[in-house]
């Protein structure tokens, strides 16, 4: 992704109302090859009492979910983990594996 063009307000964002589980699920069945090919694998965690939504454009959520999942891939160890979790009015996602990771 060409951040510089974010900066710019260059790309078209689409804002729909994006229901998270089906997407994240599809998220899912499109990576996890990725990783099992390596003999890891991807699950997914979804922390919420009701189904999470989000106000989103599905086809830049899912550009930015690759990216971090293949970060993730190349640069980490184990198990990787997609969650979902309601945070106040809004949804965090975070994208973790088993590796060391970075200094804060």
Partial sequence: MDFRSVEKNSIDVRLRPLPLGPFLE????????????????????QEAASPLHAEADPALLRRILWNLLENARL???GWVSLSARGVGAGVALEVEDEGEGLLP
Avoid: F, N
């Fill in 26 to 45: 599809e998220m899912v069945q499109l990576y996890a090859h990725q990783l099992e090919r390596e003999g890891r694998g991807l699950r997914l965690k």
């Fill in 75 to 77: 640069h980490g160890k």
